[in-house]
């Protein structure tokens, strides 16, 4: 569950071309459990097309994917299956939300969603985006940091609550 959580959040912000229709991208995954310092590393290919249609597939490890086709979520992660109709449940049906929020540049309407302190800034060519959770929650992310280029999403971090923390590459 978490993973797909993960992967959501990474496909928002891997997807994030304001002004395309269409675009793919791969990417790289390095995951850090805090608790161990055990780094888990994972790529693939992710696909947008507008205006809710995202497939991300994992080629390592191979197999792995996340779809999102409107309101249906599908995943295969570590064995598990899920597919979900977010139109049913709140949980999904919010990060579905924050994903097309992102996906069309308005990541103030994710962070509201989100309830997460939102700042916005450029530094040597790079316009970095953070978003900071008002409060701990039982799940989610404590905190989101994008960095882009050119309005492209070249690095995305992601911190849980719990400890764990992913960092994603994008290459275009």
Do not use: H, W
Not at 21 to 42: D, L, N
Not at 46 to 57: R, V
């Amino acid at each position: 569950m978490r993973k797909v959580l993960f992967v959501a959040i990474l496909l928002c912000c891997a997807c994030a071309l304001f002004a395309q229709q269409t675009t793919e991208c791969s990417f790289t995954q390095a995951r850090t459990i805090q608790a161990s310092g055990k780094v888990i590393r994972s790529e693939g290919v992710i696909s947008f097309k507008a205006p809710d249609q995202l497939t991300m597939t994992y080629t390592d490890p191979a197999g792995e994917y996340l779809v999102i086709s409107g309101p249906m979520l599908r995943s295969n992660s570590q064995g598990q299956q899920l597919s979900i109709d977010t139109d049913k449940n709140a949980r999904f049906r919010t990060l579905r939300n924050t994903l097309l929020n992102c996906i069309t540049g308005a990541y103030e309407q994710a962070a509201k969603d989100n309830d997460a302190e939102l700042s916005v800034s450029e530094k040597s060519g790079k316009k970095i985006v953070s978003m900071k959770a008002r409060k701990a929650a039982p799940r989610g992310y404590s905190q989101i940091i994008l960095e882009y280029v050119k309005g492209l999403p070249v690095r995305m971090v992601l911190e849980e609550f719990g400890g764990i923390s992913t960092e994603y590459l994008f290459k275009y």
